[in-house]
């Protein structure tokens, strides 16, 4: 529930409005699991809350800690599906990466989340139940709608828990430490950039050019490259903010001198973008692999060099199921 949600139920038993800030406070900020804990409530109204509504129905399932500080987490829901969402620390942020749907419908080459098909969304709290269970474990500073499933493809409660996020009352996380990731979904794009919210957007590009874009990311056959950038034109257009474009390099695919060439082509008349590079994480299921280092670098210095801003995102729990799907798959396939 939302905050005004959980008012106007409460008014309408005959409690005093105030009582649901009192309730998300315990939820949000005291990490309060059970209403029982809530000790400024009567005892009759945390009674009658844990009767009508509950915290958790989720929990984690297994877990894996990489020597770089990354934990990742199986989460189960109630009807024993299964979901990913990850803890990424650095200097001066803790990152949880969380999911939207259990598996995926658009089979991306380099992500194992669709390999055992698409269930269903995941509902707004099941979203929420993830960032607070990953807050439980670690302090979160931002959130990325970066795990298994497409946010666009499950708009309205991704946009219900960003705004629980991003909330005083809710998580308290700025708008602009909150990003939604997508693989191009158009609709999806052209609606955020309705909402009025500083949220970053970050689209999967992967490819600059349509035969290889549409061999990694089969959704771009029904979005193609120049839906897409004008898309993005209209996008900045409208909110004057950067979009973010992550390019996983995989070794034979995307990492050539023409790829590069492609990218600068497409990407440098846009006048707020930036271009993320992510080795590939290894994925043995389908023959995923990073090109060599000098390779990487070499395909940075080019972009660099012809005035497109570009960041190298260092590889993150190698030593564990680090790519998005694999835990999950794993632990499915057992």
């Known amino acids: 529930m939302a905050l005004a949600e959980l008012k106007d139920f409460l008014v309408k038993q005959g409690e005093p409005g105030f009582r649901a800030r009192q309730i998300f406070t315990w939820i949000y900020r005291k990490g309060a699991q059970d209403f029982s804990a809530m000790s400024d409530l009567s005892q009759g109204l945390r009674k009658r809350l844990g009767e009508d509504f509950f915290i958790f129905r989720s929990k984690i399932a297994a877990q894996q800690d990489s020597i770089d500080g990354t934990q990742k987490f199986l989460i189960e829901l109630y009807d024993r599906s299964f979901i990913e969402a990850v803890i990424i620390p650095a200097e ?66 991704v946009m219900k828990v960003v705004r629980t996020i991003n909330a005083p009352d809710g998580m308290g996380i700025g708008a602009r430490r909150i990003t939604l990731s997508t693989c191009g979904i158009i609709p999806g794009i052209e609606a955020l950039a309705k909402e009025g919210l500083q949220i970053e957007l970050s689209i999967s590009l992967h490819a600059a050019d349509d035969k290889t874009r549409s061999q990694l990311i089969p959704v771009n056959k029904k979005y193609p490259l120049k839906i897409l950038i004008a898309a993005c034109h209209e996008y900045i257009k409208k909110t004057d903010r950067q979009i973010t474009f992550e390019y996983c390099m995989i070794k034979g695919m995307n990492s050539d001198l023409q790829s590069a060439k492609n990218l600068v082509t497409i990407l440098k008349p846009l006048r707020l973008a930036k271009v993320n590079l992510i080795p590939a994480n290894p994925i043995k299921e389908s023959k995923v692999e990073p090109p060599g280092k000098l390779e990487v670098l070499f395909f940075k210095d080019y972009l660099l060099k012809h005035g497109v801003n570009v960041t190298l995102r260092k590889s993150r729990g190698q030593d564990i199921d680090a790519a998005c799907g694999q835990l999950r798959l794993k632990y499915e396939t057992k």
Not at 102 to 113: E, R
Not at 127 to 151: C, D, R, Y
Request: charged share 15%; hydrophobic share 35%; net charge negative.
């Open 92 to 157: 001066s942020r803790v990152t949880g990466c969380i999911s939207s749907q259990v598996g995926c419908k658009y089979a991306c080459a380099f992500c194992a989340s669709a390999q055992s098909g698409f269930k269903r969304n995941l509902t707004s709290g099941e979203i929420l139940e993830e960032a607070l269970l990953l807050n439980s474990q670690q302090k979160l500073t931002h959130i990325v709608f970066m795990g298994t499933g497409e946010p666009m493809d499950n708009y309205d409660s």
